[in-house]
């Protein structure tokens, strides 16, 4: 068993997108900017944002946060978005989910601009993804990408299950692993609460991507011996034994399916670190124009 660092890979590309930045800064006298808007006052959003905000400083990028209250008209939105589109010391804009009931988080993608959509969710960037044409990935899947990537990970002609179909995760990374390409050329499943004898389909992966949002869902008997296992669950749990009052727990029972994989994320110090490195690459990408200059 070998572990898929996050932590090592992270911090080898954060450096890596802090070099480029200083270049770009000494080239252009300009830094990139990435703007997020939060609305109301939910825990893991603010946790989420707050360390987006902390890595673009340390990269060197200009960032702010717009906060809003959770009772915010949805037009109110719409025109703060419309507003961000035109500006143009701005490279990149997200808009972090969950929303409040009242706002149809369609409309607000629609809204953004898809040329500094650098969360990537936009319908033409989703179209461009996948027509293997350069745009704007979502994070979490380009930060699984760049994982398999580092590690040289082969993944050609395996059989991949995905386990949750959410537009964030789950969808866009079954379109990137059937992509041709390296990583890619997977055999997909994509599997969610409708399909039947998940475990069965999950026992037949080669990779499994566990997307579903339940801690521990995915047991030792699901898995096949030598699977390549990525845990995409941010499960929090309060507790006092730490420092923020939660601890994280996988979509995986690490401890007991770590011995039967041939590679594995942990949770913390996975796929999580990796989903910020993804958003900032693309937003250092949206500065230099880089996506859509191609
Ligand atoms: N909420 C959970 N993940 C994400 C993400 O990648 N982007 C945004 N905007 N919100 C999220």
Redesign the pocket.
């Known amino acids: 068993m070998q572990i898929l660092d996050g932590k090592e890979v992270s911090s080898y590309k954060k450096e890596e997108i802090k070099r480029e930045t200083e270049k770009f800064f000494k080239d252009t006298g300009r830094r990139p900017h990435l703007v997020a808007i939060l609305v109301g006052n939910d825990g893991a959003?603010e946790t989420?944002v707050n360390s987006k905000m902390k890595n673009c400083k340390y990269v060197g990028f200009e960032s702010s946060t717009v906060r809003y209250e959770e009772d915010i008209r949805e037009e109110e939105l719409l025109s703060k978005i419309r507003e961000i589109n035109k500006d143009e010391n701005v490279d990149g804009l997200?808009?972090?989910?969950?929303l409040p009931k009242h706002i149809d988080p369609e409309k607000v993608t629609e809204t953004i601009d898809y040329r500094k959509d650098v969360?990537g969710f936009h319908p033409i960037n989703l179209g461009r993804m996948q027509r293997n044409l350069p745009s704007f990935i979502?994070?979490?899947p380009y930060g699984i990408i760049m994982m398999l990537e580092h590690y040289g990970i082969d993944t050609q002609g395996k059989k991949a299950v995905v386990v949750g179909r959410s537009n964030?995760v789950g969808s866009p990374i079954s379109i990137l692993l059937a992509r041709n390409a390296q990583p890619g050329n997977c055999t997909v499943t994509l599997t969610h609460s409708r399909t039947k004898n998940i475990e069965e389909e999950i026992k037949r992966a080669d990779i499994i991507i566990a997307a579903i949002g339940k801690k521990h869902f995915v047991k030792e008997e699901m898995v096949k011996e030598g699977a390549i296992v990525i845990d995409v669950g941010i499960n929090r749990e309060k507790s006092d034994k730490t420092k923020s009052g939660y601890k994280l727990y996988g979509d995986v029972d690490f401890e007991r399916v770590a011995p039967k994989s041939d590679w594995i994320t942990p949770v913390p110090g996975g796929v999580g670190l990796m989903?910020i490195i993804a958003?900032l690459r693309n937003t250092l990408d949206a500065a230099k124009k880089a996506v859509y200059q191609k």
Do not use: E, K
């Open positions: 959003s989420y997200i808009v972090q989910l969950p969360d979502p994070a979490t964030i989903t958003l």
